[in-house]
C-alpha cells in the first residue's frame, strides 16, 4: 500500500484491510472482486491483484508463511528492491538498504549526489551509498530513523539543517539545492465518454479490461473525435481526477434501455459489494442518489 502512496492515506485503508484479511490464506482465497473492492480508493490496482498473486505464491509454495529469504521474497509477484528490502528489514531485521523518497532526500544531500536520483545512474548511487550506511545489527532501526530524518527534518523546501543530527558528514554544500531530478512528463488532458442506463433498478456496467482491469465501469461510449459540446445529448456528470501523468475528463450521458448488452456487461440491483474505482462509483452513487429522489 505504501507504493506510491503517503502513510497518512495508507493508515485507514491498512487497517480495514487487517480486519477483513488478517493472513496470506484469507487473501488467497478471497475473489479478485472481493480484494479490489477492499482496495479501492487507493488506486494503482494492479498492486493489489500482486497481492492476492503473490498471497497465493505463499500458500501454496511456503504454507502460508512469507520465507525470510531475500530472493524468495523477490520472486513474488509485484515485489522489487525496495519493498523485498523493506520487508526484510522490519519484518526480519535483515541488514539491507532501504531507498524511498525520503531516505533518497537524506542520501542524496549526505552524499552530494550530482546527477537526477529519477535517473538510473542516479538511483543506483543512491542503492550504493545506503547500502554503505546499513549495519549489521539494529537495521530496522537504523532504517526507520533514515526515513524518519527525511520526513521530519531533511525536508525538500526548507532542510532544519541547524538541527540535524547528521550535519557534520553531510557533504552537500546547498542542501536546499539537492536532490536533482528528471523534470516530470507534461500532463496530457483526456477526455472520456461513459453510459448511465438504468432499468427496472438496475444499474449496467462493463467489466473493463484495460486500465481498471477486472473492475466494473459504467460503460463507454465510442465517440472518437467528438469534444462533449458537439456531442447533442446532455452530460449528466462531469467529474476530473488524475491518474499518473493525465488529468481525466469523465463526462456521462444518459441512455435509455438497451435490449442487448455486450459479453462484459452486467446488470447489477446494487454496487455497494462490487469492485469499482472511485472516480466512476462516485458518479453512479451521485446519479442513482438523483434518480432515486427524482
Not at 203 to 211: F, G, H, I, P
Request: glycine share 4%.
Amino acid at each position: 500500500m505504501l507504493q506510491q502512496t503517503q502513510v497518512s492515506t495508507v493508515v485507514p485503508y491498512y487497517d480495514k484491510w487487517l480486519r477483513r484479511f488478517p493472513d496470506f490464506a484469507s487473501v488467497a482465497r478471497a475473489s479478485q472482486n472481493d480484494v479490489l473492492h477492499a482496495w479501492q480508493g487507493l488506486g494503482y490496482y494492479n498492486r493489489a491483484r500482486n497481492l492476492r498473486a503473490a498471497a497465493r505464491i505463499v500458500r501454496d509454495r511456503h504454507s502460508g508463511i512469507l520465507p525470510r529469504d531475500i530472493a524468495a521474497i523477490r520472486e513474488l509477484p509485484g515485489v522489487g528492491r525496495y519493498t523485498a528490502n523493506a520487508v526484510a528489514t522490519f519484518a526480519f531485521n535483515q541488514p539491507l538498504p532501504i531507498v524511498e523518497a525520503n531516505s533518497s532526500r537524506v542520501l542524496a544531500r549526505l552524499f552530494d549526489i550530482r546527477v537526477p536520483i529519477n535517473s538510473a545512474i542516479g538511483r543506483e548511487k543512491l542503492w550504493e551509498n545506503a547500502a554503505q550506511l546499513v549495519p549489521t545489527r539494529n537495521a530496522a532501526r537504523f532504517n526507520s530513523a533514515l526515513i524518519d530524518l527525511g520526513a521530519l527534518v531533511c525536508l525538500p523546501d526548507k532542510p532544519k539543517c541547524s538541527i540535524c543530527p547528521a550535519k557534520k558528514f553531510c557533504r552537500a554544500k546547498n542542501p536546499g539545492a539537492l536532490p536533482i531530478k528528471k523534470s516530470k512528463p507534461r500532463t496530457k488532458r483526456l477526455v472520456e465518454r461513459h453510459a448511465f442506463v438504468v432499468s427496472n433498478g438496475r444499474v449496467l456496467l462493463e467489466q473493463s479490461s484495460a486500465r481498471w482491469r477486472g473492475m466494473w465501469i459504467l460503460p463507454p461510449l465510442k465517440l472518437d473525435g467528438l469534444e462533449p459540446s458537439n456531442f447533442q445529448a446532455p452530460a449528466i456528470h462531469v467529474s476530473t481526477f488524475p491518474f499518473t501523468h493525465h488529468q481525466i475528463t469523465l463526462v456521462v450521458y444518459r441512455r435509455v434501455t438497451i435490449n442487448r448488452i455486450g459479453p462484459a456487461q452486467q446488470w447489477f440491483e446494487s454496487i455497494d459489494h462490487i469492485a469499482m474505482p472511485s472516480p466512476h462509483r462516485r458518479a453512479a452513487q451521485l446519479l442513482l442518489n438523483a434518480k432515486q429522489v427524482a
